[in-house]
């Protein structure tokens, strides 16, 4: 069946408290499933994540991998584009539009973000590069946004999860408002959806192979 644009965003944005139903499951409501069982454990609305990860934590690092794995799958359908070239160039676009609105250095962030704490993270599991000290905290402050600078120190940045989970779920939100009015965004989307959007999940039951 060919479905609508309202149809595909309806679909890519599911609540994440929401059941899947047919066989074509959301990509990024598969994430953000994730990211919940991987923070806390259970599943709940997202805006109580945080409270209850204050009582009760699950594995944070995996939290921090899954979220930046959503957010290149988010970068992908913003830029219309997965070319290996241009892989950082779209994460740090649509992180600076949707994850640091509002920071003092937004820039400055979203490189702190793509090379300090995604790049480290994903491909060797700890946070230590070339460029910056990174420190990973939990029960921070969340005031700062999820970078935060260490007072006097130089390229020395703490990142919240808190905050990091906070701020992911306002830019999923906030490219969501803008994708169902701008036209550009919902060409790129279009574009991607058929690769990323949704993918097929199935049960199955497997018989053991005779003579084995």
């Known amino acids: 069946m060919v479905m609508t ?36 454990g259970a599943l709940v609305r997202e ?16 939290t921090v991998m899954v979220i930046m794995a959503a957010t290149d799958l988010l970068a992908k359908m913003f830029a219309g584009s997965d070319s290996n070239g241009g892989t ?32 480290p993270m994903l491909h060797s599991f700890n946070t230590k590069n070339h460029k910056y000290r990174i420190s990973v905290l939990s029960n921070g402050d969340m005031a700062n946004g999820p970078i935060w600078s260490v007072k006097g120190q130089v390229d ?8 990091l989970f906070n701020a ?5 939100r906030a490219y969501e408002a803008e994708l169902k009015t701008d036209g550009d965004l919902q060409r790129h989307f279009e ?9 097929p999940v199935w049960s199955a039951t497997m018989n053991k192979a005779s003579g084995a």
């Not at 805006?47 to 995996?62: C, E, G, I, N």
């Not at 649509?94 to 640091?100: H, I």
């Not at 992911?168 to 999923?172: L, P, T």
């Open 47 to 62: 805006d109580d994540v945080v409270a209850q990860s204050l009582r009760k934590k699950h594995r944070l690092f995996a």
């Open 191 to 199: 574009k991607m959806f058929t690769t990323y959007g949704s993918m």
């Open 5 to 40: 644009l309202d149809e595909k965003i309806a679909l890519f944005f599911k609540e994440p408290t929401e059941n899947e139903t047919g066989m074509e499951h959301s990509v990024l409501h598969m994430a953000r499933r994730e990211i919940q069982d991987c923070f806390i």
């Open 168 to 172: 992911f779920v306002r830019a999923v």
């Open 88 to 119: 950082g160039d779209r994460i740090k676009r649509f992180v600076e539009r949707y994850m640091f609105v509002g920071s003092k250095d937004p820039k400055k962030l979203v490189e702190v973000f793509y090379y300090g704490c995604r790049n």
């Open 156 to 163: 020395w940045y703490a990142l919240s999860i808190e905050d």
